[in-house]
Antibody, heavy 119, light 110 residues
């Protein structure tokens, strides 16, 4: 059973960097069968795709966030990372780590971690 | 841009339900597949993949759920709504990055 678990600070100050970790079990990030993505959801709103990474390290980012976001992996620990710099209140959201099955279809989602940007 | 309708859908248990998703551009890939997925987000839960490539049911999804459409117009149908189907339904285009989602359709039981 594939499981993903997000972790990180629940509160980040404005202008600082948001850093999250996703620990994957039941599948190997380095298997090369899937992409691994981050998606976020502000309270009461729709989902916003942040970006994805392949085992090779190749990434795709949402142009609306590209200047501030970095996604990386540690294959030895089977972990996925998200870094979002210069955060504002608009970055307050539930952040999901997701397996992108076949590079196209998010099929396994973590439970999500709530990040609030506030001083 | 993906536009869903209706945004709210009250349904009596046992009755059918239908949700529309319209794309501002064609989601038909050269392969012949439509890169449109459907998700259900139950209250307090993460989204769950229901339908991929427009009409293929994901593993474990009941056959009362079906997807149809091509190009820019897609429909998710539930043949007989059950209480566990309550939540918000999203369509998502998987043709290109960035992936984008519809606004969501909230299904509630009458």
């Amino acid at each position: 059973q594939v499981q993903l678990q997000e972790s990180g600070p629940g509160l980040v100050k404005p202008s600082q960097t948001l850093s999250l970790i996703c620990t994957v079990s039941g599948d190997s990030i380095s298997s090369g069968n899937h992409y691994w993505s981050w998606i976020r959801q502000p309270a009461g709103k729709t989902l916003e795709w942040i970006g994805r990474i392949y085992t090779s390290g190749a990434t795709n980012y949402n142009p609306s966030l590209e200047s501030r976001v970095t996604i990386s992996v540690d294959t030895s620990k089977n972990q996925l990372f998200l870094s979002l710099s210069s955060v504002t209140a608009a970055d307050t959201a539930l952040y999901y780590c997701v397996r992108d099955w076949g590079g196209a279809h998010p099929d396994y989602w973590g439970p999500g971690t709530l990040v609030t940007v506030s001083s | 841009v993906l536009t869903q309708s209706p945004l709210s859908l009250p349904v009596t248990p046992g009755e059918p339900a239908s949700i529309s998703c319209r794309s501002s551009q064609s989601l038909l890939h050269d392969s012949g597949y439509n890169f449109l997925d459907w998700y259900l987000q139950r209250p307090g839960q993460s989204p769950q993949l229901l339908i991929y490539l427009g009409s293929d049911r994901a593993s474990g999804v009941p056959d009362r759920f079906s997807g149809s459409g091509s190009g820019t117009d897609f429909t998710l149908k539930i043949s007989r709504v059950e209480a566990e189907d309550v939540g918000v339904y999203y369509c998502m285009q998987a043709l290109e990055t960035p992936r984008t989602f519809g606004q969501g359709t909230r299904l509630e039981i009458k």
